[in-house]
């Protein structure tokens, strides 16, 4: 869509015509701020997380590392000694964030999995079969995205709490696996484009509709799936409220949740700068790796869930 | 929908298939959409509807989790409109909800403007995504660091520049704006892509006529580009007010609802009442509360600035 519209504005050209003039440059200096404005952080960050916290405070500003080191990072694994972590500014407290990243990729694997595949297959029925009620369904699933989160968050921590299943990661992931209003409808979107002669051929064949589905329409759907699953991952990944709730301890405790816990025990006085920097670059760098993979994917995703 | 259900080649394969043909006439394909919707439905009840409906019953109990919740009708609600900690999470969070329009929606404009007229390339508007897809808590600590009273880059250009220093998250008057900055720094690339891609709809023709009838920049600004970007305007107005007035994660781990009540939103005080409290049918109020203020607000949004139809057609 995006390419079309804007060979659409090509033939007004007057930009094109135009020489290099001020507003142009000035609208390029602005652009380029806002860049900076979304970008330099995480380098700063990286340059904090390669001091040392005692270097940190006599060269707040400087561009490079102060006192360049990996004890950060050691810190933050829980590969330092307490009296070691102690000397470097840390809080010298028991923090293993290996854990963490285990159970982050555990937590958003199996969510992104079950949710992407089960709203794939309701998306199916929503889209290609014919039965009574179908749209009334679809509208109600629909409708629980107007459910802010907090409101179903008290009854399933409560829920979840019946079952006995707090500080579990079957707890944990279970509002999430069976489906997303959001993905059921894009998905939908797609399955309702397709074309139908491969599926009425392979119907005359007498294949039946799970056989269609698995063998026609999911391979058929790759990249749209594809999309959703990333989009979905790092959602799940971000997620903080929920596992806030139910898995607060240290053996399902994700990344997230671990690290406002680990901000929360850097003194008051003098912060584990450093540390918490290290551990913040770690809990973002599984999302960076994805988006330097599929940067194209994802920002071009953008734009589909809200106007069309 | 409708379309593709009418379309002449849906119909049953009745030669191929002579003996399903009877039900399939009478329910279509019900048993085998009820079999891919299963699992779906079972998310949709379990987590979705049975929940909303508790929660609502919860806001008329008395429930410490240890008991059982015990019926008091309006009580809570009654409570809730003579508790002063609740009338002030409202005024911060509305203080809160106020600042991220104003700034993340002009600011997006604003980008969203500037890529349209000199660069659209994937690099750009990817670079400018990055802070979207952080995790708030990864926004927190990252801003809670840079615009640290002590040792913050922030802080020190500040003091090179001659001002006093900023205490962001110490002070009660900084502690909400520094929580909508946060928040526009990671919003405002995405807000500007969806108003992005709303200016690549637009037709070049419509531009072109203006420019034949010698409309100024602004003109065309005010009068075509502003008329036929309304639809995108008020989904991102309505996504950003809903989104914010949800604001939990970058409050709970930087300022935990201080200095005294100052970044005491709601959402964080439904989290205090219900979980460090043990007060859930309290929390579960306000939480229909909440609810009943982002459907309200969306509805007005979407009523009064007809955000479903466009004037392109």
Not at chain 1, 268 to 275: F, K, R, T
Not at chain 2, 291 to 305: D, R, Y
């Amino acid at each position: 869509m995006t390419t079309t519209a804007s060979r659409a504005t090509m033939p007004a050209g007057t930009r094109r015509r135009r020489p290099f003039n001020a507003r142009r440059a000035g609208a390029w200096a602005l652009l380029v701020l806002a860049i900076a404005v979304s970008v330099l952080p995480f380098l700063w960050v990286l340059r904090t997380a390669l001091s040392t916290n005692n270097a940190l405070a006599s060269s707040a500003a400087s561009l490079l590392p102060a006192e360049f080191t990996f004890g950060a990072f050691k810190r933050v694994f829980g590969l330092q000694s307490p009296a070691e972590a102690v000397a470097e500014g840390g809080s010298g407290a028991a923090i293993d964030f290996w854990l963490y990243l285990r159970n982050s990729i555990i937590f958003s694997s199996i969510t992104t999995a079950g949710a992407v595949f089960f709203s794939a297959m309701a998306a199916y029925a929503f889209a290609r079969l014919r039965w009574k009620g179908r749209n009334a369904v679809f509208s109600l699933f629909l409708g629980t995205m107007l459910v802010p989160p907090i409101f179903t968050a008290l009854p399933n921590f409560l829920l979840i709490k019946n079952l006995d299943l707090l500080n579990t990661m079957l707890g944990m992931v279970l509002p999430y696996v069976f489906m997303t209003p959001f993905a059921i409808f894009f998905l939908r979107q797609f399955f309702l484009n397709m074309s139908r002669e491969v599926e009425e051929a392979a119907m005359l064949d007498g294949a039946k509709h799970l056989r269609i589905f698995f063998q026609i329409v999911l391979p058929n759907a790759a990249a749209p799936i594809a999309t959703l699953a990333l989009l979905t991952f790092i959602g799940q990944w971000n997620e903080y409220f929920w596992p806030l709730l139910v898995g607060s301890q240290d053996d399902v405790r994700v990344l997230q949740v671990g690290l406002g816990v680990f901000k929360s025990q850097s003194p008051q006085g003098a912060p584990d700068w450093s540390g918490l920097m290290a551990a913040t670059l770690i809990s973002a760098l599984p999302v960076l790796i994805l988006f330097a993979a599929f940067g194209k994917k994802i920002v071009n995703s953008i734009g589909f869930s809200g106007i069309k | 929908m409708t379309t593709l259900a009418k379309h002449p080649g849906s119909a049953p394969p009745a030669a191929a298939s002579p003996k399903p043909q009877g039900s399939y006439r009478r329910f279509g394909d019900l048993r085998i959409a009820l079999l891919f919707i299963a699992p779906a439905l079972i998310g949709f009840v379990f987590f979705y509807v049975v929940p909303t409906i508790r929660g609502i019953y919860l806001s008329f109990t008395e429930y410490n989790i240890l008991g059982d919740p015990e019926w008091i009708g309006l009580d809570n609600y009654t409570a809730i409109a003579k508790d002063p900690l609740f009338w002030n999470s409202l005024a911060v969070t509305g203080q809160y909800v106020f600042l991220n329009i104003l700034l993340q929606t002009a600011l997006a404009l604003g980008l969203a403007l500037l890529m349209h007229q000199v660069a659209k390339s994937t690099i750009i508007r990817g670079a400018l995504l990055l802070p979207y897809l952080m995790s708030n808590v990864i926004a927190a600590l990252l801003w809670f660091w840079m615009l640290d009273y002590q040792i913050g880059v922030v802080n020190q250009f500040i003091e090179w520049s001659g001002l006093p220093r900023i205490a962001f998250f110490g002070s009660e008057e900084w502690a909400i704006p520094t929580q909508a900055l946060i928040n526009t720094w990671r919003h405002m690339g995405y807000t500007a892509l969806l108003i992005f891609a709303g200016l690549q709809a637009i037709p070049g023709h419509v531009y072109e006529v203006a420019k034949l009838d010698g409309a100024s920049a602004f003109q065309t600004f005010r009068k075509i580009t502003i008329p036929l970007l309304r639809p995108v305007l008020v989904l991102v107005l309505v996504v950003t007010v809903i989104g914010s007035f949800q604001v939990f994660d970058t409050v709970a781990v930087t300022t935990a609802g201080g200095p005294v009540n100052a970044t005491r939103v709601i959402q964080y005080y439904i989290y205090q009442r219900a979980f460090t409290e043990s007060d859930f049918g309290y929390g579960s109020a306000i939480a229909v509360i909440l609810f009943l203020i982002l459907a309200l607000v969306a509805f007005i949004q979407m009523k009064f600035l007809k955000g479903n139809e466009s004037d392109l057609d």
